[in-house]
């Protein structure tokens, strides 16, 4: 019984070892984005109003962890401004939104309505 017990908790833990990934940069992770999700492009035009928009949901739920300045902390908070962020597909940042990833301290923001989850990469988008 003991060598049973010990067997399904290497196996759970296997199990979890494999859903969480191996990968610490979110675009690794978002590698896992289904292509329908990733082939999507934001709806909104990156209008002023739609970025000041995403500004404001921004200082509202992203900079007490990606900073003021969307610079990070140079440790668990990654910046917004990096190549891998831009190089990631509107639909990727969507879905990555949506889903979050609590293994890594990214919370779901599947409780935004998509247009605030959209004005959000406007912003994003518009970050030097």
């Known amino acids: 019984m003991r060598r049973f017990t010990l067997t399904v908790l290497i196996f ?68 917004l401004r990096t190549d891998h962020v831009r190089s990631a597909s509107d639909g990727d940042l969507e879905w990555f939104l949506r889903q979050g990833d609590l293994a890594h301290g990214m919370p779901s923001w599947s409780s935004l309505p998509p247009t605030q989850r959209w004005q959000l990469i406007a912003y994003l988008r518009s970050l030097p």
Do not use: M
């Not at 209008?47 to 003021?68: D, V």
């Open 12 to 79: 759970l833990a296997a199990a979890l070892a494999f859903a969480a990934g191996p990968a610490t940069n979110p675009v690794d992770r978002w590698q896992r984005v289904p292509p329908r999700d990733h082939a999507r492009s934001n709806p909104l035009a990156a209008t002023p109003e739609t970025i000041a928009a995403g500004s404001q949901l921004y200082r509202t739920h992203c900079a007490q962890c990606h900073g003021p300045a969307a610079l990070g902390d140079g440790r668990k908070h990654p910046s």
